[in-house]
T-cell receptor, first 113, second 111 residues
Framework: KQEVTQIPAALSVPEGENLVLNCSFTDSAIYNLQWFRQDPGKGLTSLLLIQSSQREQTSGRLNASLDKSSGRSTLYIAASQPGDSATYLC????????????FGKGTLLTVNP | DTAVSQTPKYLVTQMGNDKSIKCEQN?????MYWYKQDSKKFLKIMFS???????INETVPNRFSPKSPDKAHLNLHINSLELGDSAVYFC??????????FGSGTRLTVV
């Protein structure tokens, strides 16, 4: 059974700090991994998608890495801002005939001004 | 311009009623999904359709029936609504295994 775990469940940091969110997955047959953010009462916004052949992806202040051998992905946020406050979710897609995503429970990030 | 649009955004209804949620995507994706996010914010897949064919049907009560009239639409019909059905329902789409795009959600409250 696929499982995705995100640590920590919640994180509060002062503005300007660099931070790392962690995601671990149990299914080694990973096709890609995607990071999303969800604002309160809103839908999911895709941040970064890493294919299994890639080791990292960058978008602005965000950098996501993928280590298939250890079953881990990290989302690095540089110079955090209050607008980064949201729940961050990672999901694993195992590909094959299995078109479903397995989500972690998310990390609730609060960036304090 | 919304890529994945769901209607309605909010739905409040009484127990025992039948309701539908509609989803449309204009991205040219071939796969569409319904996810349920419960009160603990955990996202769980319910159904997935690829080219109008059902490919994933998780352990969901048969009161829930998805319908995909074409590749751009995936509707969710729920019969005999129960209190436990209260949740946020998200529609999503993808092009095969490439990145997923989610709708903004439908908050269903059963009273």
């Amino acid at each position: 059974k696929q499982e995705v775990t995100q640590i920590p469940a919640a994180l509060s940091v002062p503005e300007g700090e660099n931070l790392v969110l962690n995601c671990s997955f149990t299914d080694s047959a990973i096709y890609n991994l995607q990071w999303f953010r969800q604002d309160p009462g809103k839908g999911l916004t895709s941040l970064l998608l890493i294919q299994s052949s890639q080791r990292e992806q960058t978008s602005g202040r965000l950098n996501a890495s993928l280590d298939k051998s250890s079953g881990r992905s990290t989302l690095y946020i540089a110079a955090s801002q209050p607008g980064d406050s949201a729940t961050y979710l990672c999901d694993q897609n195992s590909g094959g005939s299995n078109y479903k995503l397995t989500f972690g429970k998310g990390t609730l990030l609060t960036v304090n001004p | 311009d919304t890529a994945v649009s769901q209607t309605p955004k909010y739905l409040v209804t009484q127990m025992g009623n039948d309701k539908s949620i509609k989803c449309e995507q204009n991205l040219g994706h071939d796969t569409m999904y319904w996810y349920k996010q419960d009160s603990k914010k955990f996202l769980k897949i319910m159904f997935s359709y690829n080219n109008k064919e059902l490919i994933i049907n998780e352990t969901v009560p048969n009161r829930f029936s998805p319908k995909s009239p074409d590749k751009a639409h995936l509707n969710l019909h729920i019969n005999s609504l129960e209190l436990g059905d209260s949740a946020v329902y998200f529609c999503a789409s993808s092009l095969s295994f490439l990145g997923y795009t989610f709708g903004s959600g439908t908050r269903l409250t059963v009273v």
